[in-house]
């Protein structure tokens, strides 16, 4: 079974930068579409980034546009999130996710793969 574990969450200050990383381990994740997304205190998960299997589809949520990255590098089993400009509203619980999933430009599904998630708090 496919195993995710993120890092690289913690405490910054508005405007600064934090990068994530997901390592995955049991399969290789050449084989799945593959995501960042975040739950804020009291809301609902919500998608944050998606990167399509073959490489050519990114998804971002419109609150992060511009200001995030999704990379991926299959050689090292390992999907990325650079995050610029951090503001409070961008603090929550990161989750990795993986799977055999649909992404677009405009959403990001059918993930079913999940790390346990990582915090991010911006302070202001």
């Known amino acids: 079974q496919l195993q995710l574990v993120e890092s690289g969450g913690g405490l910054v200050q508005s405007g600064g930068s934090l990068s994530l990383s997901c390592v995955a381990s049991?399969?290789?994740?050449?084989?799945?579409?593959v995501g960042w997304f975040r739950q804020a205190p009291g809301k609902e998960r919500e998608g944050v980034s998606c990167f399509s299997v073959n490489n050519k589809t990114k998804y971002y949520a419109d609150s992060v546009k511009g200001r995030f990255t999704i990379s991926r590098d299959n050689a090292r089993n390992t999907v990325y999130l650079q995050m610029n400009s951090l503001t409070p509203e961008d603090t929550g619980v990161y989750y990795c996710?993986?799977?055999?999933?649909?992404?677009?430009?405009?959403?990001?599904?059918?993930?079913?793969?999940w790390g346990k998630g990582t915090l991010v708090t911006v302070s202001s």
């Open positions: 996710a993986a799977g055999i999933g649909i992404v677009t430009h405009l959403s990001c599904d059918g993930l079913n793969y």
């Open positions: 049991g399969y290789t994740l050449d084989r799945y579409s």
